[in-house]
């Protein structure tokens, strides 16, 4: 396996999220770890023309959360509604790094 495929692994299920989401938006968690006391979430973000790194801070969830990778990644779709329908990866770039609490809520 040569370091490009997982990403490219990553990549291909964020984009089916952002077909099959209303927002045009897909996630898909790459890499999980806890880091300076916070949990934290490395995530692609896609909406099927372009995509880009995000981060998600857990917000005192501790080093052992009960929050899935698929909770990660419907937080950050349902967040993503809340943004500006024209440019909504972008004004989600700028969100940047995002923030989860215990109950899989994420907000910027």
Same mark, same amino acid.
């Given at each position: 396996?040569?370091a490009a495929e997982p990403v490219?692994?990553?990549?291909?299920?964020? /984009?089916?999220?952002?077909?099959?989401?209303?927002?045009?938006?897909?996630?898909?968690?790459?890499?999980t770890r806890f880091k300076d006391?916070?949990?934290?979430?490395?995530?692609?973000?896609?909406?099927?023309?372009?995509?880009?790194?995000?981060?998600?801070?857990?917000?005192?969830?501790?080093?052992?959360?009960?929050?899935?990778?698929?909770?990660?990644? /419907?937080?950050?779709?349902?967040?993503?509604?809340?943004?500006?329908?024209?440019?909504?990866?972008?004004?989600?770039?700028?969100?940047?790094?995002?923030?989860?609490?215990?109950?899989?809520?994420?907000?910027?």
């Open positions: 396996m040569n490219r692994d990553h990549l291909a299920h964020a /984009q089916f999220h952002a077909r099959e989401h209303p927002t045009g938006i897909g996630a898909a968690v790459v890499e006391g916070a949990h934290v979430w490395d995530c692609i973000v896609a909406d099927g023309h372009e995509w880009h790194y995000v981060r998600v801070v857990g917000r005192g969830v501790g080093p052992f959360p009960n929050i899935s990778a698929e909770d990660v990644e /419907q937080g950050i779709e349902q967040f993503a509604a809340t943004l500006p329908e024209p440019d909504r990866l972008r004004h989600l770039l700028n969100a940047n790094p995002l923030h989860i609490d215990g109950n899989g809520t994420v907000s910027d």
